[in-house]
């Protein structure tokens, strides 16, 4: 039982270039979320995803785009890389009811040079 | 006004003391409460819900002030192994869940 499994782990990129972080989820369910943490800082939303095929902006948006798949999937695309998008990223899913319960993927560190 | 706020602290204790921290929320509609433990930058982690004034879960006790607009949590008898970030969660009806900032807790021997 995988729960949240995010890739890659870690990545490096050159100022302007684009990439995907890729979210999976295999406990069916409905909520996603894109989170970021910065040193110092707690998470702050990205992103999130209530149910398959919805999608709605959080705290900080600005530079990245997502892309609920299906149930299962939610990635997050970075289209121009920028230094300040530096930081950690984590995703994370949830159960609605009756317990809601963040369950969060390990984390992936992008540096941005 | 931050939607969420914490004092980051960090809180230094020695092994055996009770510590509590605040956290302050903004939105009146909020509904649900969770602490997450985070440790080293790590994924967090649930450590208790809060759906009424308050819940305990053996030497932790988060407890709800709906009028005041804060919920706490109170550690007992502190352990080394309690040394972490603990992140405040309010659930408003947005769907939204807005973490805030963490509080750090070290426990010294």
């Known amino acids: 039982n995988a729960g949240v499994t995010q890739t890659p782990k870690f990545q490096v990129l050159k100022t302007g270039q684009s990439m995907t972080l890729q979210c999976a989820q295999d406990?069916?369910?409905?909520?996603m979320y894109w989170y970021r943490q910065d040193p110092g800082m707690g998470l702050r939303l990205i992103y999130y995803?209530?149910?398959?095929?919805?999608?709605d902006k959080g705290e900080v948006p600005n530079g990245y785009n997502v892309s609920r798949l299906n149930k299962r999937e939610f990635s997050l695309r970075l289209e121009s890389a920028a230094p300040s998008q530096t930081s950690v990223y984590f995703c994370?899913?949830?159960?609605?009811?009756?317990?809601?319960?963040?369950?969060f993927g390990s984390g992936t560190q992008l540096s941005v040079l | 006004r931050k939607e969420v706020e914490q004092d980051p602290g960090p809180f230094n204790v020695p092994e055996g003391a009770t510590v509590a921290f605040n956290c302050t929320y903004s939105?009146?509609?909020?509904?649900?409460f969770f602490w997450y433990r985070q440790d080293c930058r790590k994924e967090p982690k649930l450590l208790m819900s809060?759906?009424?004034s308050g819940n305990e879960d053996g030497r932790f006790t988060a407890q709800l002030n709906r009028a005041s607009q804060y919920i706490s949590l109170l550690i007992r008898d502190s352990k080394l192994s309690d040394s972490a970030t603990y992140l405040c969660?309010?659930?408003?009806?947005?769907?939204?869940?807005?973490f805030g900032q963490g509080t750090t807790l070290q426990v010294k021997p």
């Open positions: 994370a899913s949830s159960v609605n009811y009756p317990i809601e319960k963040l369950f």
């Open positions: 406990m069916n369910h409905n909520s």
């Open positions: 995803s209530a149910s398959e095929g919805t999608t």
């Open positions: 939105n009146s509609a909020s509904q649900s």
């Open positions: 809060v759906y009424s």
């Open positions: 969660v309010p659930r408003g009806n947005t769907g939204k869940l807005i």
